[in-house]
């Protein structure tokens, strides 16, 4: 049992502060995703990072229309409580929030 803690022991201690064969080489003990080795793992970090730029530009433009519209139509003094009149079957709103969301879709999966 001392023996094998002992070799343990000894094996870290080369590994971490000998110079084996091929110590010319810098060795990476932590892998780093932002400098990718091969070139499957760069078409992942293009991937990553085109995913990660759309969603952050959908963030800004959703976290900016709310807060614009919690300014603009957030409840008056003079609020007389009623509901103003509703307005149903917006083609031109419907087709905008299908075919954005299709687009972006089609951008992630190509």
Known sequence: ????ALGLLFCFAASAFGQGAGSE?????????????????EMIHVTAVL?????????VIVTGLLIYIVVKFRLSQDD????????????????????????????LVW
């Open 51 to 59: 995913v990660l730029i759309i969603s952050a530009v959908i963030f």
């Open 80 to 107: 007389d409580g009623n509901e103003p009149p509703q307005i149903y079957g917006s083609t031109n709103i419907e087709l905008a929030w299908t075919v954005i969301p299709i687009l972006i879709t089609v951008v």
């Open 25 to 41: 080489y810098p060795m990476r003990r932590v892998a780093d995703m932002f400098q990718p080795l091969s070139r499957p793992a």
């Open 1 to 4: 049992m001392y023996l094998r």
